[in-house]
């Protein structure tokens, strides 16, 4: 059974500073996502990692993938406000694309 | 935004009543699927759909029933309902099989079993 773990659950960071999610999981996968979630809304869509070694950028989030340590990070560069949220990874177990979820960081950006 | 649409967003429920929830999308994409959030266990697979009447269950199906008559719609139903199913279920879309093979959210329908 596939095990996707999240680290932390709960971050509080001040802004302009630099912070890492982690994300292991059990099994082998090739397909790796990360999701956004703002509180009572839907799962927004930040990066798909294919590939080991394979990173992805996007304003101040950076997300990279190693398969042979089944490990995701993704990284957060001199945090803003509008970044709080709560952030899952969700590792695709082959099978019709079902998708194993973290248990989520709920991130707290303070001024 | 991918074309997904939830029904009802809310709704309240007895114990015991039957309830059904719909998935309708747009996209025409093969795969559709129901997840259940709650607090402390990210989501969870429900069940999916890898075409029109055909389903098969995912990690926490006891409960649930699925069907899935046309490629745009996807339902839910708890036969009978239980304080354990309250939840946020959100359906997912997805098109296996291409570079990205992303799934995309609906917005949620909260349940409340009293």
């Known amino acids: 059974e596939l095990k996707v773990e999240q680290n932390p659950l709960f971050l509080s960071m001040q802004e302009g500073k630099n912070y890492t999610i982690y994300c292991n999981y059990s099994t082998t996968s090739d397909r790796l996502y990360w999701y956004r979630q703002d509180p009572g809304k839907s799962l927004e869509s930040l990066f798909v990692l294919l590939s080991n070694g394979a990173v992805k950028q996007e304003g101040r989030l950076m997300a990279s993938l190693d398969t042979k340590a089944r490990l995701s990070t993704l990284h957060i560069t001199a945090a803003v406000h509008d970044l709080s949220a709560t952030y899952f990874c969700a590792v695709n177990t082959g099978t019709a694309s079902k998708l194993t979820f973290g248990t989520g960081t709920r991130l707290q950006v303070t001024l | 935004d991918a074309g997904i649409t939830q029904s009802p967003r809310h709704k309240v429920t007895e114990t015991g009543t039957p309830v059904t929830l719909r998935c309708h999308q747009t996209?025409?994409?093969?795969?559709m699927y129901w997840y259940r959030q709650d607090p402390g266990h990210g989501l969870r697979l429900i069940h999916y759909?890898?075409?029109?009447?055909?389903?098969d269950k995912g990690e926490v199906s006891d409960g649930y029933s699925v069907s899935r008559s046309k490629t745009e719609d996807f339902l839910l139903t708890l036969e009978s309902a239980t304080s354990s199913q309250t939840s946020v279920y959100f359906c997912?879309?997805?098109?296996?099989?291409?570079?990205?093979?992303?799934?995309?959210f609906g917005q949620g329908t909260r349940l409340t079993v009293v």
């Open positions: 997912a879309i997805s098109e296996f099989g291409t570079d990205n093979t992303e799934a995309f």
């Open positions: 759909s890898y075409g029109v009447k055909d389903t």
């Open positions: 996209e025409n994409h093969r795969y």
